[in-house]
């Protein structure tokens, strides 16, 4: 229980030292008004890279998510879990305002990129969604050519001069997705040509061509088999060197292999946070324990 | 988070979990029997209810092996996490300690066998007399250790872990004891060494109770608490989340 008014004690120090946010930092010391579950765990992390608080998502009148805060830290794997229907994916896409695309859906409270608030009116975002990339559930290769694919991005953000540059940033973007040595004969075929995996891979080295410093992957297995996923899984535990990255996924076994943190959500609410390992053999709310040992509903 | 008492979606989950435990808490009275009739095997010199203790304990290891496949196939087959992980390997860490518990109460029984063939004279009352206390607090604590698993009781298993206490102390003043037979009578030693292997196999089930008893903490309350002070072990296990 001390941790929490800490934890709110420390967001409280944080926002207040900004005057700009200090409507929504005093909002937020009156959560408990509201009618939504308390999260359990600890949602601060010592090196934050993404900061959410308070955050609420209506579609038109309909509230998806009740106030959820969690830090996402620095070059972690963090998973999100839960039902269909609790949540996950709406958050997840919360994080590069992919949710703007959909005009019913409204988003309030404080989401924070390094110090910047992305829901700003200042933030361009292209530019945001070139810094927090994403790969969706089933792979979507543009119908281009396996190097359009992965040149488009850099090309559009104009990142690179000349052909020999953008050659070499391809080829580092498919090697680090680990799929240079199965595509570097075959860089002018369709992106549509290969395999599931392949395409998945795809997917992931067209979002790191533009080096984000996040990937949201949103269920970016559940389309494909156990070689092509445990390929996957391997990928992210490299990529987690240099980039941090929230996954939703279906599978537990999945988050529990692939990630370091994991959030439980269930109907809108954040209901706990934690260190994976302790998620999945000790959750501290009946809830999370229903859900992953299978008694949920 | 304590262990739920919900039903599993998957309701073929819940049949086999609960087979689980019935296997463990049927093996575990088995092994009670056993030291009983050891003890009972000694206590009357009867070397043909001993050597039938002898006999019995293969179907125990049997048992060990049929839970130990099971809780794999479980593993393999249901991916448990949470309650139900915790579950599956404190039981298959229990059997491990039953099996061991069965063992020592076949040793006594061959104590027994060895003692009273007819080769040689029987030993001296005053030599068997801390036997009979320390069975006694040794089947006690295996009685309550599965009492406890059965009704998930975290304050009964703690109650089982402090109890071991006071059996090693038993058996130190028993050898103490001994020691002193046969300092005084060396024509005392072969029973009494006799006798050391029993108190011992009887001190061993003591341990093997307590083993018990912080697996079961660890099912109900998820904390481990093998190889932690006492105190820390009763702070653990009772902490109210």
Known sequence: MSTTIIEVKASLDHNLANPETRQSALSSAQITDYDHRQTVGKITVDNPKMICRNVNVYYAEKQAIKHVSLDIGANEVIAFIGPSGCGKSTVLRCLNRMNDTIPICRVTGEIRLESEDIYDKKIDVVQLRARVGMVFQKPNPFPKSIYENVAYGPRIHGMVNGKAEMDELVRASLERAGLLKEVDKRMNEPGTSLSGGQQQRLCIARAIAVNPEVILMDEPCSALDPIATAKIEELIDELRENYTIVIVTHSMQQAARVSQRTAYFHLGDLIEIGETDQIFTNPRHKLTEDYITGRFG | ?241
């Open chain 2, 1 to 241: 988070m304590a262990i739920s008492h919900d039903a599993h979606t998957v309701k073929q989950f819940d049949i086999q979990l609960t087979n689980l435990r019935n296997q463990v808490q049927e093996m575990g009275g088995l092994v009670e029997d056993q030291i009983q009739n050891a003890i009972k095997a000694l206590d009357n010199e009867d070397i043909t209810a001993a050597r039938e203790v002898i006999a019995r304990d293969q179907i125990i290891n049997g048992m060990q092996v049929k839970v130990d496949e099971d809780s794999v196939s479980m593993i393999a087959l249901r991916q448990p996490l949470g309650s139900d992980l915790r579950l599956i390997m404190s039981l298959s860490k229990i059997v491990t300690d039953l099996e061991r518990i069965g063992d020592e109460a076949e040793k006594i029984a061959r104590m027994t066998v060895k003692t009273y063939d007819g080769a040689g004279s029987p030993p001296n009352a005053k030599l068997l007399r801390d036997v009979q206390p320390m069975s006694k607090l040794a089947a006690n604590m295996l009685h309550n250790c599965l009492d406890a698993l059965a009704r998930l009781d975290v304050e009964k298993a703690v109650e089982v872990a402090q109890g071991d206490d006071e059996l090693d102390q038993e058996f130190q003043s028993a050898l103490r004891r001994l020691i002193t037979y046969m300092m005084e009578d060396p024509r005392t030693i072969g029973h009494a060494i006799s006798v050391i292997f029993i108190i011992k196999a009887l001190e061993r089930i003591g341990d093997h109770s307590k083993n018990i008893a912080e697996y079961i903490i660890y099912l109900v309350k998820g904390k481990d608490v093998r190889h932690v002070k006492m105190d820390v072990l009763v702070q653990d296990a009772l902490a109210v989340e």
